[in-house]
Nanobody, 125 residues
Framework: QVSLVESGGGSVEAGNSLRLSCEVS????????MGWFRQAPGKERELVAR????????LYAYSVKGRFTISRNNVAGMSYLRMENLKPEDTAVYYC??????????????????WGQGTQVTVSS
């Protein structure tokens, strides 16, 4: 049973930073593609960033490119999302996701099998 537990959300003013963490257990972490998604009220869940396990390829949503950084620690079994220069439009519930297949894209929620419970990020202007 693969388990994902997020932490690090909170409320900040625009321009500030947060780092989200995702602790993974139940599978060989180094062989998991890790992703971060977010869902704002009334909107669909969307990709923020993902890192493929087999080649380290990283994909960012255009809206966060240059401000957010995804990383991972294979020894600790942790995925991170560093968010800088936060904007009110970044307000959402952020979810950590993982999958053990070998995707070529991994940009849609349905391509990820395992999910965390979500953590709220609120950015005020």
């Amino acid at each position: 049973q693969v388990s994902l537990v997020e932490s690090g959300g909170g409320s900040v003013e625009a321009g500030n930073s947060l780092r989200l963490s995702c602790e993974v257990s139940g599978h060989t972490f180094s062989r998991l593609t890790m992703g971060w998604f977010r869902q704002a009220p009334g909107k669909e869940r969307e990709l923020v960033a993902r890192m493929l396990w087999y080649n380290g390829d990283i994909l960012y949503a255009y809206s966060v490119k240059g401000r957010f950084t995804i990383s991972r620690n294979n020894v600790a079994g942790m995925s991170y999302l560093r968010m800088e220069n936060l904007k009110p439009e970044d307000t959402a519930v952020y979810y950590c996701a993982a999958d053990k297949e070998v995707p070529t894209d991994a940009s849609r929620p349905d391509e990820f099998e395992y999910w965390g419970q979500g953590t709220q990020v609120t950015v005020s202007s």
